[in-house]
């Protein structure tokens, strides 16, 4: 059964504290792995996608890597925007209704 | 582009009632989709659709329907209210195609939070 895990559930950081977020899956066939910020009480927002192990996308203080089983999402020298719930989806192979996996979350907060 | 929208933001619904939840994108996106998010529970796929007039079950779509007679809107229908159905439902679309150029990320909108009592 194709699934997504993410970890930690919850992570509280200083502001300049830099760490890393973790997306653990398995699907039979990977065609895409996506990185989504959600804000309390909105949308999620679309951050990365990344497509083969080995691919690494950045975006201001945010840069997410891929391997054969996870991905990470690492914060560097965050600050208290950067608080939110993180999301991992992954996009399995096969059909063609490109239906999202998506992991539970991580709720980050950045503390000044 | 307003990208995706929805209304209502807000509803309280009595068990029973029924209520059309409603979502549009500009966009020009051939799939939509609809979710429910509840706590700790990660988003849960409801409905979906391809393109105008063709629509498919997801993880959840029992007590929901859904219909698509344009590019731009896809409703989701609430039939016979229950608490169960208390959570907030987002809609999503995406760009794909048979070929190079699909890119598959899904556009979100705001959300309606719903409340059935």
């Known amino acids: 059964e194709d699934q997504v895990t993410q970890s930690p559930e919850a992570l509280r950081l200083q502001e300049g504290e830099s760490s890393s977020l973790n997306c653990s899956y398995t699907?039979?066939?990977?065609?895409?792995l996506f990185w989504y910020r959600q804000d309390p009480g909105k949308g999620p927002e679309f951050l990365f996608t990344?497509?083969?192990a080995g691919e690494e996308k950045e975006k201001e203080r945010l840069k997410a890597t891929l391997t054969k089983k996870e991905s990470f999402l690492h914060i560097t020298a965050p600050k208290p925007e950067d608080s939110a719930t993180y999301l991992c989806a992954v996009l399995p192979y096969g059909g063609a209704t490109n239906k999202l996996i998506f992991g539970t979350g991580t709720l980050l907060a950045v503390q000044p | 582009n307003a990208g995706v929208t929805q209304t209502p933001k807000f509803r309280i619904l009595k068990i029973g009632q029924s209520m059309t939840l409603q979502c549009a994108q500009d966009?020009?996106?051939?799939?939509m989709y609809w979710y429910r998010q509840d706590p700790g529970m990660g988003l849960k796929l409801i409905y979906y659709?391809?393109?105008?007039?063709?629509?498919d079950k997801g993880e959840v779509p029992n007590g929901y329907n859904v219909s698509r007679s344009t590019t731009e809107d896809f409703p989701l229908r609430l039939e016979l209210a229950a608490p169960s159905q208390t959570s907030v439902y987002f809609c999503?679309?995406?760009?794909?195609?048979?070929?190079?150029?699909?890119?598959?990320?899904?556009?979100f909108g705001p959300g309606t939070r719903l409340t059935v009592t």
């Open positions: 659709s391809v393109g105008a007039g063709i629509t």
């Open positions: 699907v039979s066939g990977l065609r895409g």
């Open positions: 990344l497509y083969s």
């Open positions: 999503a679309s995406s760009y794909s195609f048979a070929g190079q150029g699909s890119s598959y990320e899904q556009y």
């Open positions: 966009m020009n996106h051939n799939y």
